[in-house]
């Protein structure tokens, strides 16, 4: 084989090879779920997740680097699924109430999914042997989803669009006017899943509620 034909067959292998990658990435993160879910945490090993995706050891490592690493682009796949609604910029006349309750369903979705309160029962089970395991649930996860409805926030104080004197202190309030009493309830097997007409009455009563405490003067 001639040096021109093993160029392209070398650029033909980089294509493929990059063109592969985020499907690569994402059979990883779903393998991954499905380990940490079944195994928990302490007992996933990387050797489980590469064989359940179908991958190397290494090509793992070379995505993601640790287990904790991991454990994270979980949680920020799924901070940034329900995050989607808000708007990277505000306008000049933004419907922030439209905004805030295309997040609020996409929150309660996330948070009360079977897969989501799973993984929640193993970061309560396992961060006291594993403390990083909180460290990093919390700042991939929940401080995400916080600090990005606080940046929002902010720019609506910004823009005199609505009165929001402490942005953190009020996405961390809105938010947890959402988990209230239906994900503690659910968390903790009591009752049946929420309904539609539960999180309809959630989500209208936590946006209105915030939007007439936050109204522009």
Same mark, same amino acid.
Request: aromatic share 8%; glycine share 8%; charged share 25%.
């Given at each position: ?96 109430? +439209? ?6 369903? @996409? %929150? $309660?979705?996330? /948070?009360?999914? #079977?897969?989501?309160? &799973? ?57 947890? +006017? ?6 503690? @309830? %659910? $968390?903790?097997? /009591?009752?049946? #899943?929420?309904?539609? &007409? ?20």
């Amino acid at each position: 084989m001639g040096p021109q034909a093993a160029t392209a067959r070398d650029r033909h292998e980089d294509v493929t090879e990059e063109r592969s990658a985020p499907s690569k990435r994402d059979a990883i993160l779903d393998a991954a779920r499905r380990v940490f879910l079944e195994a928990g945490y302490g007992a996933a090993s990387m050797d489980a997740i590469a064989r359940e995706a179908g991958v190397s050891k290494q090509t793992i490592y070379a995505h993601f680097g640790a287990k904790d690493a991991l454990f994270g682009a979980i949680m920020v796949a799924r901070a940034d699924h329900f995050l989607e609604p808000l708007p990277e910029a505000v306008g000049d006349a933004p419907d922030v109430a +439209a905004a805030l309750d295309g997040l609020s369903r @996409r %929150y $309660l979705e996330v /948070l009360l999914a #079977p897969e989501a309160v &799973a993984r929640f029962r193993v970061v309560m089970a396992e961060s006291g042997r594993f403390p990083e395991l909180a460290e990093v649930f919390y700042r991939s996860g929940p401080r995400r989803a916080a600090d990005r409805l606080a940046a929002y926030l902010a720019a609506l104080d910004a823009g005199g669009v609505l009165r929001v004197p402490d942005p953190e202190m009020a996405a961390g309030q809105f938010l947890g +006017a959402l988990r209230g009493d239906i994900f503690i @309830r %659910y $968390l903790l097997g /009591l009752g049946e #899943p929420p309904t539609e &007409a539960d999180i309809d009455r959630t989500v209208a009563h936590a946006v209105g509620a915030f939007l007439g405490a936050h109204r522009a003067r």
